[in-house]
């Protein structure tokens, strides 16, 4: 084990809802969420995107389930705002949590995610910081739908994004390639952003060594392992030397924000590039003259990234 990333119980938490389409990494996001001690998760909605939206929410409570987290969940979109479902079934496999043996039929709750999100943001009396690990459908959906829930929101830290080159095209990273619209609304909401694109997951690997340290240290590690086993044979099939946990990076970024190194700039979405939908394209270099809209991740201290995630696994 490394040494002790876990902050103590009693120190302050930030206000989170986590929005998520589990998927590998987004599971493990939850695990670092609710191990590393330093989040209040009011809830987690669901969204469509690695697998479909029932999928995706009974997999979260799978998963939630299996830490014992107490936590409502809200389902919600079925499909993007204007596209039809593509899923990452070549990475998440058929039930988007490939590799674990889930229950069926879970069936959703009395909210759904919108509703959720809205009357949340709307009855907090201090302002709570979302976190995307999947298609931006729900967000942008409550944003329009409720704009005055804006006001209520910290940040939005979010996992989805690339400066450099994308995973589903050459363009694109796959959360906005999944429904750009979507993500296009959130950009332009003019609420706090910071963007955990791949520029910095892609180098938030984990090793195999490391993923036999994660199994030894217990339960939790066990069926994370279990998981990035699966999860890292596409990874491995393109090439890659380690395994990166996209959205569980987004999360580490929301409590220790020297995780990665950001800069801020004007970030807009393609909708309708031939080859380049769903590109967010960012201007690093002022050229488009519009005011910088997010901070964009452009490095990561792995180490501690690392460090954080294997201590959180290892208290729950
Ligand atoms: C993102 O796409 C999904 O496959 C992962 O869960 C992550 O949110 C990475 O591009
Ligand atoms: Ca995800």
Redesign the pocket.
Known sequence: MRGNGVYPENSEKIPVIIDC?P????AIALMLAFGCRRLDVLGITTVA??TTGENAYRNALAILSLISADVSVARGADSPILRPLHT?RD??GESGLDGLSVPPNAKGGDLSAVEFLSSTLRRSETKITLVP??PLTNIAIAFLAFPDIKEKIERVVL??GVAGQG??TPSA???IFADPEAARVVFQSGVPITMIG?DA?HKALVYPEEVEEIRKIGRVGALAAGLLDFYSLAYKARGFKGT?I??ALAVAAVFDEGVVKTEYARVDVEIRGEFTAGRTVVDFRGVTGKEPNAKVAVDVDRDRFLNLLMSAISVL
């Open positions: 389409d998927g590998h990494d987004d995107g690695n990452s990475v998440h690990t999947g996992m989805g995973n589903v990273e796959f959360n791949l997951t990166p996209h959205d």
